[in-house]
């Protein structure tokens, strides 16, 4: 029997260890950057950007039906899902620059200045929901210049009641503008406000103006890509936007996508699509190369048409990295930026159009969860109770005939020494074996040796890590084992869960997973 309990621990070590380490870094085996699946060119230089898209960090206040409890537990679980998808990507990656599609956080435009954290010396509410953020994506010492769009969630839409007033300033002051170009390996990065857009839009269409004839609003995105095509750039455009574009209702997504497509429609402070006529326009003021977008939080390819050259445009709505967005595997995309010198007398390199890109997934973590660690629990219960009745059983039996051997080999005292002598009582030392003539310290130790527990050190993250599980083949005292058997089958189920099972779990979960989620793997 504890064997059998010591083997299901071991089953439960290398689950964790392989659904919570090996799986991360199996998915990320074949995630590659494009430009190396490209024969390689003399004299180029590539810059590789990692485009994640809807992080959306939950917190308490996402899921208004769930108590309080089922929140707690949902937060830390997407967060700490989060964690390991970030650590992996980015520490196995070590890409140039980061891109960011928006909705960084859920409940960010929400959030009143006036609200404060009861958990964190009641600091206004918006900074520990940021604080968490930055724990959850954590660069190091030396991380990367990194690009943010704001998204529905971080700044809202149509200025509607709900959502708060200091959301645009909040957004600024700690992500950066919204409106921007950058230039990137001799291409030209456009980041476009979504939100922003689509509600000049709607205010452009009530006054019955064309994008043409419309007095764009000051400092807002109309006015920012009309400056932007002013300027002439020749390199290839990048465009982002959180926003997809629009397109027919039935256009495929193709096959990496897990279901449905992207429609047009909009609700209570969200809008699918951009509108036809906002399409147009960005696709023939920018002529964007390559077309990123988030929101969707599926994966999504589409090809528009500029009409004025006839020329097609990928578009790339990029997959949520969170667990929590509806979707089994979350992924990010990796976009490589790739230019050359024409000669070798040139300094002025040349980019080769159009990017390259591609898309990485993630395991599914909900179906580890339901799939893997359920079933696994049920079954380890089962284990237990089964062992437990039949150890209650054997402990029956092992008293009745622990009994019966004591009558039978108990020696039958002779009738003169049952009598006492008339000079005393009768010399012990007549009646008792012989003392042994060998030390027991030998056997004590090989004993100890024999039954000492198992453990594995190992390094996750350049940080040193024990496992240590009893070992399977010790022998028990047979003290031991009496008491164990005196025990009931529920005392006896709940101990096994309480002391083996569940700690062990927790144990070997918190060591290798929580331990690794906080600090930097050891990339390949």
Request: glycine share 8%; hydrophobic share 35%.
């Amino acid at each position: 029997m504890t064997l059998l309990r010591n083997g299901l621990r071991t089953v439960w070590v290398l689950a964790v260890v392989w659904f919570e380490l090996g799986t991360f870094r199996f998915a990320l085996y074949d995630c590659l950057w494009p430009d190396t699946r490209q024969p390689p060119l003399p004299d180029s230089r590539t810059v590789r950007i990692l485009v994640i898209a809807d992080p959306q960090i939950i917190d308490r206040h996402s899921y208004p039906g769930r108590g309080p409890l089922l929140s707690a537990l949902s937060q830390y679980a997407v967060d700490l899902n989060l964690r390991k998808n970030w650590n992996f990507a980015f520490h196995r990656l070590r890409p140039n620059a980061i891109v960011v599609l928006g909705d960084m956080m859920d409940q960010w435009s929400f959030i009143d200045v006036h609200q404060r954290s009861v958990h964190k010396s009641y600091l206004p509410r918006y900074e520990t929901y940021f604080a968490r953020y930055q724990s959850i994506f954590n660069m190091g010492d030396l991380p990367p210049p990194v690009y943010y769009l704001p998204g529905n969630h971080d700044v809202g839409l149509a200025n509607l009641a709900p959502f708060s007033l200091s959301a645009d300033t909040r957004y600024t002051s700690h992500f950066g503008p919204r409106n921007y170009r950058r230039t990137i390996g001799n291409h030209t990065l456009v980041f476009i406000d979504a939100p922003a857009l689509v509600e000049e839009d709607v205010l452009r269409t009530q006054r019955g103006h064309t994008y043409h004839s419309w007095p764009a609003i000051k400092r807002g995105p109309v006015e920012f890509v009309k400056q932007t095509t002013s300027t002439g750039s020749s390199s290839p455009l990048v465009l982002f936007t959180h926003i997809p574009l629009s397109r027919p209702s039935d256009a495929s997504c193709g096959p990496l996508r897990e279901k449905g497509t992207i429609r047009q429609g909009y609700g209570f402070g969200y809008q699918n699509t951009h509108t036809d006529g906002t399409t147009t326009f960005l696709l023939e003021s920018l002529k964007p190369s390559l077309i990123m977008s988030g929101d969707d939080h599926d994966y999504c390819v589409y090809e528009h048409t500029i009409s004025s050259s006839n020329e097609k445009v990928q578009e790339v709505s990029v997959k949520s990295l969170s667990m929590a967005m509806g979707i089994r595997r979350p992924g990010f995309q990796l976009l490589s930026l790739i230019s050359v010198a024409p000669s070798p007398d040139q300094i002025t390199q040349t980019p080769i159009p159009p990017p390259l890109h591609a898309l990485c997934l993630m395991p599914d973590q909900l179906g580890i969860y339901f799939y893997i660690y359920i079933p696994l629990i049920l079954l380890s219960l089962f284990v237990l109770l089964v062992l437990n009745f039949r150890r209650a059983n054997g402990g029956t039996n092992y008293q009745q005939r622990s009994h019966k051997h004591r009558r039978q080999d108990t020696p039958e005292i002779p009738h003169e020494l049952s009598r006492t002598h008339s000079s005393g009582a009768v010399d012990s030392d007549s009646i008792l074996p012989p003392p042994a003539s060998k030390s027991r310290e030998h056997q004590t130790s090989f004993r100890q040796s024999y039954s000492s527990p198992w453990t594995w050190t190992f390094m996750v993250g350049g940080h040193r890590r024990r496992v240590t599980l009893p070992n399977p083949f010790g022998r028990s005292r047979v003290g031991h084992r009496m008491s164990q058997r005196d025990v009931g089958v529920l005392v006896g189920f709940l101990q096994d869960v309480g002391s083996g099972g569940v700690a062990t779990c927790f144990r070997v979960f918190g060591t290798v997973v929580v331990g690794h989620a906080v600090v930097t793997p050891v990339g390949r």
